[in-house]
C-alpha cells in the first residue's frame, strides 16, 4: 500500500495486522520509517479504526520529527475496538503480547486517542520491554549516550511530562501563527474540539497566554460561553479519555450540538480528536481567521482546499502537535539532557520556527499548507537519513 504525498508515492516499511478471537479485536501497526533503526507512534483505539487510517497516521509522525529535525522514524499503531470496553486491560495486554517483537527492536509506542499513559505502561509490561532500555541500546551502537530513568520509574511521576509537551507545542504554535498574521492571540476566541489529553492541556496553556476559550466540544455536544469558558473547571469535570460531566459545571453556558463547535464565532478553532473531523461538506461553516491542528490528520485533503480558498490559515498536524514527539525525541536522541524546563524551551523553538516556514510558503507562495509542509518534512527527512545512515 503506498500512500501518496509530497508528489510520489512511498510504501511503508512495515505493516503488521494481529487478531485476538478470544478478546475479538484487530489490531495494527504500520512503520513508515526508521532512523537508528527506530521509529515512533502512539496507540489508537477507537471502533472503526482501519489500517489506512494507521497509515497515514504513521507517515504523519515521520513528517513530525523530520519537521522538528529529530532522527527517528515515524510508526503508529491501532486497535479496532471501543476504548471504554470493560476489559480494556486485557486487550492492551493481549495487543502487547502480539506486537512484542518490534517493540523489542524498533517502534516506540505512547499514548493516543482512546488510550492513556497507564495503557501504554500495560502494553509494555505484557511485552516485557522498557522502551528506554531499548532506545539506549540503539543510540549506544551509534556512540550516543542517553541519560533517562527507567520507563516504568518516569511513569510513577505525577506530573506527565507528555501532556504537557504537547499542550505547550500547540500554545506554541498559535502563538507564532497569531503573530505571521498581524493577530494577538491574547484576547482572541478559540474553540476546541476534542477535551483529551490534548485538547485539555491546549485550553490551559492557551488560557495562561491569554486566549479566550469560548467553545469545547466533546462527543456529547460542545460547551459553549461567549465571554469565555472557565478552563480549569472543564479540566477538572473530564474524565481520562476527554468526556465532560456537565454536573460538575458551576457556570452558565449554552449546549450546541457536538458538531457547531467549527461554525461559533471564535478566532481560532483547534481540531484535537478525530481524523477528517473537517470535511468538504463542513469546511464552509467556519468563519475563524486560523485553523491549528492539534490533532491528527484532523482534516480532509478537500477541506484544506476549500480553507484556503477561503482565505483561512492553517497549521497542518504534525508541525501543530510535535510536542511530545520533539521532546522525546529530543531526548532520546541524545540532544538534550533531562531537564522539563530546557526541553519545553527546545520545543517552543522548534515549533515556532517550523510553523514560520509553512505559513511564509503558504500565505506569500500561495502553497496548500500540507503540501508546504510535507516538502519541508521530506527534504529534512532526506537530510537525516543522509547523516544518520
Known amino acids: 500500500m503506498g500512500i501518496k504525498m509530497a508528489g510520489k508515492a512511498r510504501k511503508p516499511i512495515y505493516r503488521l495486522q494481529v487478531h485476538d478471537d478470544k478478546l475479538n479485536f484487530t489490531g495494527f501497526l504500520v512503520i513508515d520509517s526508521l532512523i537508528y533503526g527506530l521509529s515512533a507512534g502512539g496507540v489508537r483505539m477507537r471502533s472503526g479504526l482501519t489500517e489506512r487510517e494507521i497509515a497515514r497516521l504513521a507517515r504523519a509522525m ?5 519537521a522538528a529535525q529529530i532522527p527517528i522514524g515515524g510508526a503508529k499503531s491501532g486497535i479496532d475496538a471501543d476504548p471504554r470496553r470493560p476489559d480494556k486491560a486485557d486487550v492492551m495486554k493481549r495487543f502487547g503480547e502480539l506486537i512484542g517483537p518490534l517493540l523489542a527492536e524498533m517502534y516506540l509506542a505512547g499514548e493516543d486517542m482512546g488510550t492513556t499513559r497507564f495503557d501504554v505502561a500495560n502494553i509494555y509490561r505484557s511485552a516485557g520491554v522498557d522502551p528506554v532500555a531499548v532506545a ?3 543510540m549506544a551502537a551509534k556512540g550516543i549516550t542517553i541519560e533517562l530513568p527507567n520507563y516504568f520509574d518516569m511513569l510513577s511521576n505525577e506530573s506527565n511530562l507528555e501532556e504537557l509537551m504537547t499542550g505547550y507545542g500547540v500554545g506554541e504554535c498559535a502563538e507564532e501563527a497569531c503573530r505571521l498574521l498581524g493577530m494577538s492571540l491574547a484576547g482572541a476566541t478559540v474553540s476546541i474540539q476534542g477535551f483529551g489529553t490534548v485538547g485539555s492541556r491546549t485550553a490551559q496553556f492557551l488560557a495562561q497566554k491569554g486566549a479566550k476559550v469560548v467553545a469545547v466540544a466533546d462527543v456529547n455536544g460542545t460547551v459553549y460561553r461567549r465571554d469565555g469558558l472557565p478552563v480549569e473547571q472543564l479540566v477538572a ?6 468526556m465532560m460531566d456537565r454536573q460538575k459545571f458551576d457556570f452558565d453556558y449554552e449546549h450546541l450540538s457536538r458538531d457547531d463547535w467549527l461554525a461559533v464565532d471564535a478566532d481560532i478553532i483547534i481540531p ?3 481524523a477528517d473531523a473537517i470535511t468538504k461538506a463542513n469546511a464552509g461553516r467556519i468563519t475563524a481567521k486560523l485553523v491549528i491542528e492539534a490533532g491528527n490528520i484532523p482534516a480532509t485533503a478537500e477541506a484544506e482546499r ?3 480558498r477561503n482565505g483561512i490559515a492553517l497549521v497542518p498536524d504534525f508541525i501543530a502537535n510535535a510536542g511530545a514527539a520533539c521532546g522525546f525525541g529530543l531526548l532520546l536522541s541524545g540532544q538534550t539532557r533531562f531537564d522539563p524546563q530546557a526541553i519545553l524551551q527546545e520545543i517552543g523553538h522548534r515549533i515556532r520556527i517550523a510553523t514560520a516556514k509553512v505559513l511564509e510558503a503558504s500565505l506569500k507562495r500561495k502553497q496548500l499548507p500540507r503540501k508546504a509542509a510535507e516538502k519541508i518534512a521530506e527534504q529534512e527527512l532526506a537530510k537525516i537519513r543522509q547523516e544518520f545512515a
Do not use: I, P, T, Y
Not at 62 to 66: L, T
Not at 237 to 242: H, M, Q
Open 272 to 274: 484535537a480528536a478525530v
Open 62 to 66: 515521520s513528517h513530525k520529527f523530520a
Open 136 to 138: 539506549k541500546k540503539k
Open 237 to 242: 469535570a473530564r474524565d481520562e479519555l476527554g
Open 306 to 308: 476549500q480553507l484556503q
